[in-house]
């Protein structure tokens, strides 16, 4: 604005002007020559010497300066001095364009050639010796006016005004009232000393025609973002008002752009009218948003696929939808990320290039994409602080030599090594071989770097029940004692009702991913109602199991296990409890079906667990028998964040009656994982003394209804089981309880807390029942 402004000042000269300009250049031209010739003339005589180093100033005869003193020029800069460079007010070219035409028709003077030097010289010498001659010639003239001598002793010359030959120059000026002095007011210009806070409203006019033509909503985000709804109204002065309004403008002119509007203009104003009546300031924001341009060719620039059209089949884009850069950048992320899982480990894409035509607003979006070449799978190399080594990742990988590359089993292998727990960082990328593989392909050999972190951890647990009391489990964990993830783990519980040490050896990832072998040796103490025991355990066991990272569909376990325990029971005989020692010896088996959408906090499908452990107990005499239990859960998703869930257990001890087997190994129900609103093991046949004996079967069941809302969620449930003494379960005098339960929801499972109470309680029974647990009831 200011250069225009003056280039418009400059350009309102007239020709009188041009003519004023070219006769006022030529006076000044005169006077300058006139000046220095008597200068020359009346040049004192250098002082001596010896008085020149004598002498002193003469402070005292020196005038000091005022309005008739004339006042010596400043000397010039000294040679080679570098000057400092002072930015022009206007550009040059500018300036030479507003400089007007000086033409000789304006003043004759102006075509008379210039005098030379020499003659000059010498016209400055011959006056110089006539004066000294006392020859000089009569007193110089100007137009006929003669020009005083210098009076003696006088040093400085006094020019009058010039005379005036143009009578132009000598007109009297217009009058000062004919002037607006007004000083220019600006629109949002801040009146003088206003800088205490200012409240304001914030006005958007003309965005609603984009925003109903978008699937976005633009408002929104522009309210989500803008720096004028941050402020709540409030600013600490105009300057901060102005501030926000400059940030909202970039901000709103982005907005359009990234939905197409390319020819959209934003513009501004503080609207103050209703300031001087005490009403907030509006900060207004005017938008007109052009048309919205659309794609009228899509060229993506690459060499052929196998299959053909892999590209193009996958890119989501079309002619004729509007340019939306969210919609842009996805449909080229999908393209990185398809390619990869194609077999084409190495493609990249290139940078786009969108051409539009102002005149049609449409857009011609042209990408280019380096395929590279097609791979297989080959072997695998390590780097870094290995953890374990190369054929240890190979066996946790999900493919093997000879396999299309594809980038979702790469990205499964870096989980899962992750999941080991040994690594700190590490990362696995492919390395071209140009070994050939067939069919066009290359093998390509998958580098793990790898970074060793610590391998010991500590960690901790605790968990209530009604009926169990308060739990805390510590463990100490060296996880790669015995390389590859051979773990050694000390663990310790300390407990109302329970408290133990064991120690467990455990081969994760033996010779296939997810496989873990485990030797397991622990002493435990319980001490619930329905039995006390002294009990040692040693087992092995071997297991198939799913793992966040992979869920399995079939999964497995086997083992054998030798117990040794000491144990109180009631016994009808002695009409007493006493104390015996048994010695079992069993195998394990456990088959696993799982159909569900997650292992944590599952919505849908269903799950069926079956498990069989024959076993032989020695007390007394030795007593062969069964144990056999089903479970069965399944999950259906009613609404987005609605959930209906439900569980069955069935179980029964065949070939041994119950007084032959010892009490921890019969049937138990009530308690948190069975049935709520009852006490741990509190359901099925009691003694005299009302305290549990367990049964030989045992059948519940439960239904959940839940609810989730972020990361909370509320579960209302009933719970119905019964245990019976005999070996099949009649399904006579079930027990009823309900409740409802609070969950909230982390990366490795929700957190559960249920309150419950019986249905048709009895005397003894609790009326509330607590339970405080990691994980889904079921």
């Given at each position: 604005?200011?250069?225009?402004?003056?280039?418009?000042?400059?350009?309102?000269?007239?020709?009188?002007?041009?003519?004023?300009?070219?006769?006022?250049?030529?006076?000044?031209?005169?006077?300058?020559?006139?000046?220095?010739?008597?200068?020359?003339?009346?040049?004192?005589?250098?002082?001596?010497?010896?008085?020149?180093?004598?002498?002193?100033?003469?402070?005292?005869?020196?005038?000091?300066?005022?309005?008739?003193?004339?006042?010596?020029?400043?000397?010039?800069?000294?040679?080679?001095?570098?000057?400092?460079?002072?930015?022009?007010?206007?550009?040059?070219?500018?300036?030479?364009?507003?400089?007007?035409?000086?033409?000789?028709?304006?003043?004759?003077?102006?075509?008379?050639?210039?005098?030379?030097?020499?003659?000059?010289?010498?016209?400055?010498?011959?006056?110089?010796?006539?004066?000294?001659?006392?020859?000089?010639?009569?007193?110089?003239?100007?137009?006929?006016?003669?020009?005083?001598?210098?009076?003696?002793?006088?040093t400085v010359e006094p020019i009058g005004d010039a005379p005036i030959t143009d009578t132009e120059l000598a007109a009297p000026l217009p009058p000062l009232e004919s002037f607006d002095v007004q000083p220019v007011q600006f629109v949002d210009a801040e009146?003088?000393?206003?800088?205490?806070?200012?409240?304001?409203?914030?006005?958007?006019?003309?965005?609603?025609?984009?925003?109903?033509?978008?699937?976005?909503?633009?408002?929104?985000?522009?309210?989500?973002?803008?720096?004028?709804?941050?402020?709540?109204?409030?600013?600490?002065?105009?300057?901060?008002?102005?501030?926000?309004?400059?940030?909202?403008?970039?901000?709103?002119?982005?907005?359009?752009?990234?939905?197409?509007?390319?020819?959209?203009?934003?513009?501004?104003?503080?609207?103050?009218?209703?300031?001087?009546?005490?009403?907030?300031?509006?900060?207004?924001?005017?938008?007109?948003?052009?048309?919205?341009?659309?794609?009228?060719?899509?060229?993506?620039?690459?060499?052929?696929?196998?299959?053909?059209?892999?590209?193009?089949?996958?890119?989501?884009?079309?002619?004729?939808?509007?340019?939306?850069?969210?919609?842009?950048?996805?449909?080229?992320?999908?393209?990185?990320?398809?390619?990869?899982?194609?077999?084409?480990?190495?493609?990249?894409?290139?940078?786009?290039?969108?051409?539009?035509?102002?005149?049609?607003?449409?857009?011609?979006?042209?990408?280019?994409?380096?395929?590279?070449?097609?791979?297989?799978?080959?072997?695998?190399?390590?780097?870094?602080?290995?953890?374990?080594?190369?054929?240890?990742?190979?066996?946790?990988?999900?493919?093997?030599?000879?396999?299309?590359?594809?980038?979702?089993?790469?990205?499964?292998?870096?989980?899962?090594?992750?999941?080991?727990?040994?690594?700190?960082?590490?990362?696995?990328?492919?390395?071209?071989?140009?070994?050939?593989?067939?069919?066009?392909?290359?093998?390509?050999?998958?580098?793990?770097?790898?970074?060793?972190?610590?391998?010991?951890?500590?960690?901790?647990?605790?968990?209530?029940?009604?009926?169990?009391?308060?739990?805390?489990?510590?463990?100490?964990?060296?996880?790669?004692?015995?390389?590859?993830?051979?773990?050694?783990?000390?663990?310790?519980?300390?407990?109302?009702?329970?408290?133990?040490?064991?120690?467990?050896?455990?081969?994760?990832?033996?010779?296939?991913?997810?496989?873990?072998?485990?030797?397991?040796?622990?002493?435990?103490?319980?001490?619930?109602?329905?039995?006390e025991a002294l009990t040692g355990r040693i087992a092995a066991r071997v297991s198939y199991d799913s793992t966040p990272i992979w869920q399995k569909k079939l999964t497995y376990a086997y083992g054998v296990q030798l117990i040794a325990t000491s144990e109180?029971?009631?016994?009808?005989?002695?009409?007493?409890?006493?104390?015996?020692?048994?010695?079992?010896?069993?195998?394990?088996?456990?088959?696993?079906?799982?159909?569900?959408?997650?292992?944590?906090?599952?919505?849908?499908?269903?799950?069926?667990?079956?498990?069989?452990?024959?076993?032989?107990?020695?007390?007394?005499?030795?007593?062969?028998?069964?144990?056999?239990?089903?479970?069965?859960?399944?999950?259906?998703?009613?609404?987005?964040?609605?959930?209906?869930?439900?569980?069955?257990?069935?179980?029964?001890?065949?070939?041994?009656?119950?007084?032959?087997?010892?009490?921890?190994?019969r049937f138990y129900a009530g308690g948190g994982g069975s049935v709520r609103g009852f006490g741990y093991q509190q359901l099925g046949p009691k003694d005299p003394n009302n305290d549990p004996i367990g049964g030989r079967s045992v059948n519940e069941a439960?239904?959940?209804?839940?609810?989730?809302?972020?990361?909370?969620?509320?579960?209302?449930?009933?719970?119905?089981?019964?245990?019976?003494?005999?070996?099949?379960?009649?399904?006579?005098?079930?027990?009823?309880?309900?409740?409802?339960?609070?969950?909230?929801?982390?990366?490795?499972?929700?957190?559960?807390?249920?309150?419950?109470?019986?249905?048709?309680?009895?005397?003894?029974?609790?009326?509330?029942?607590?339970?405080?647990?990691?994980?889904?009831?079921?």
């Amino acid at each position: 604005m200011a250069s225009e402004k003056k280039r418009h000042e400059l350009n309102g000269f007239g020709v009188d002007a041009r003519r004023r300009w070219g006769l006022l250049s030529a006076s000044l031209l005169s006077l300058a020559c006139a000046h220095a010739v008597a200068a020359q003339e009346r040049e004192p005589a250098a002082p001596p010497a010896a008085e020149a180093a004598t002498a002193e100033p003469a402070a005292a005869d020196t005038p000091p300066p005022g309005d008739d003193t004339p006042i010596a020029s400043p000397s010039p800069p000294p040679e080679g001095a570098v000057l400092p460079e002072v930015a022009p007010i206007i550009p040059d070219d500018e300036f030479r364009k507003a400089i007007p035409p000086i033409s000789a028709e304006d003043d004759p003077e102006l075509d008379k050639p210039l005098e030379s030097i020499a003659d000059f010289e010498k016209r400055v010498a011959d006056a110089a010796k006539q004066k000294a001659n006392g020859t000089a010639d009569a007193v110089p003239q100007v137009d006929g006016t003669p020009v005083p001598a210098l009076a003696d002793g006088q040093t400085v010359e006094p020019i009058g005004d010039a005379p005036i030959t143009d009578t132009e120059l000598a007109a009297p000026l217009p009058p000062l009232e004919s002037f607006d002095v007004q000083p220019v007011q600006f629109v949002d210009a801040e009146p003088e000393g206003e800088n205490r806070q200012v409240a304001y409203s914030v006005q958007v006019n003309g965005l609603a025609a984009a925003d109903d033509s978008t699937d976005a909503d633009l408002s929104g985000l522009f309210g989500d973002l803008s720096a004028l709804y941050d402020g709540d109204g409030k600013a600490d002065n105009f300057a901060m008002l102005r501030a926000r309004l400059s940030n909202d403008a970039e901000l709103m002119q982005r907005i359009l752009s990234s939905e197409g509007y390319y020819d959209g203009s934003v513009d501004t104003r503080i609207d103050r009218a209703g300031r001087e009546r005490g009403q907030p300031v509006s900060a207004v924001i005017d938008v007109k948003p052009g048309p919205r341009y659309s794609f009228s060719d899509i060229i993506l620039d690459a060499k052929p696929t196998v299959p053909p059209g892999l590209i193009a089949d996958n890119f989501p884009l079309a002619v004729g939808e509007p340019i939306v850069a969210e919609r842009v950048q996805g449909a080229e992320a999908a393209i990185s990320l398809k390619l990869p899982e194609e077999g084409y480990p190495f493609a990249k894409v290139g940078q786009r290039d969108i051409l539009l035509d102002g005149d049609k607003a449409t857009g011609v979006y042209t990408l280019p994409i380096d395929i590279g070449p097609r791979a297989r799978f080959g072997g695998f190399a390590s780097t870094g602080e290995e953890a374990f080594d190369a054929d240890h990742v190979a066996i946790m990988a999900r493919f093997k030599r000879g396999d299309l590359y594809d980038s979702r089993k790469v990205d499964d292998l870096r989980q899962a090594l992750v999941a080991t727990g040994l690594l700190a960082t590490v990362s696995v990328e492919p390395q071209a071989t140009g070994e050939s593989a067939g069919d066009d392909t290359e093998y390509v050999t998958m580098l793990v770097n790898q970074q060793a972190g610590p391998p010991r951890t500590l960690a901790a647990s605790a968990g209530y029940g009604t009926g169990e009391g308060i739990r805390v489990e510590g463990s100490w964990t060296h996880r790669n004692l015995f390389p590859p993830e051979g773990a050694l783990i000390v663990r310790g519980v300390a407990g109302t009702q329970e408290q133990g040490l064991g120690v467990t050896f455990r081969r994760s990832n033996a010779g296939r991913r997810d496989r873990t072998f485990e030797l397991v040796g622990e002493a435990t103490r319980s001490n619930y109602n329905a039995f006390e025991a002294l009990t040692g355990r040693i087992a092995a066991r071997v297991s198939y199991d799913s793992t966040p990272i992979w869920q399995k569909k079939l999964t497995y376990a086997y083992g054998v296990q030798l117990i040794a325990t000491s144990e109180d029971d009631y016994s009808f005989l002695l009409a007493d409890r006493e104390r015996d020692l048994y010695y079992i010896v069993g195998l394990t088996g456990q088959i696993g079906i799982d159909r569900t959408n997650s292992l944590l906090d599952p919505t849908k499908g269903f799950r069926i667990t079956t498990l069989i452990e024959p076993e032989g107990s020695m007390s007394g005499r030795f007593s062969p028998y069964a144990r056999a239990r089903v479970d069965v859960s399944g999950y259906y998703p009613v609404a987005e964040n609605i959930v209906l869930a439900g569980r069955v257990r069935v179980g029964s001890i065949l070939g041994a009656a119950r007084e032959r087997l010892a009490p921890s190994r019969r049937f138990y129900a009530g308690g948190g994982g069975s049935v709520r609103g009852f006490g741990y093991q509190q359901l099925g046949p009691k003694d005299p003394n009302n305290d549990p004996i367990g049964g030989r079967s045992v059948n519940e069941a439960a239904f959940e209804a839940r609810y989730r809302f972020g990361n909370f969620g509320i579960v209302g449930f009933v719970d119905a089981g019964q245990v019976y003494t005999g070996s099949t379960p009649d399904f006579s005098n079930m027990r009823f309880g309900a409740g409802i339960g609070g969950r909230f929801y982390t990366n490795f499972g929700p957190m559960r807390l249920d309150v419950a109470t019986p249905i048709d309680r009895k005397p003894g029974e609790s009326r509330i029942s607590v339970y405080v647990s990691i994980g889904q009831a079921f």
